[in-house]
């Protein structure tokens, strides 16, 4: 079975940011504009611009979809590294 470029495989009950339930049981599909807005908002916090709950309240206006503060921290670390790591503090 071929799977679509972009699809990612479920592991959890609960389903990711920029995913939705796919028909090929097993996988999640990707929103591309959810995803879209997700590396918009990750780039300007990671940057320092906004912070994490006007982010988490954007993402939930543009796509009508909810993400906890703490939610959107765990990507950004996991995505950037930690606060500490970007400001090269720790390394």
Do not use: C
């Not at 090929?24 to 995803?35: A, C, N, S, V």
Request: aromatic fraction near 8%; avoid cysteine.
């Amino acid at each position: 079975m071929d799977i679509p470029e972009g699809y990612i495989r479920r592991v959890t009950s609960t389903i990711p940011f920029g995913y939705e339930i796919s028909d090929i049981q097993g996988w999640l599909q990707p929103i591309q504009e959810q995803l879209d807005s997700l590396k918009f908002i990750s780039d300007m916090i990671a940057n320092e611009e906004i912070s994490l709950r006007m982010g988490a309240e954007w993402l939930e206006y543009k796509t009508s979809r909810q993400i906890s503060a703490r939610g959107l921290q765990k990507h950004i670390d996991k995505t950037y590294g930690s606060r500490q790591e970007r400001l090269g503090i720790i390394s």
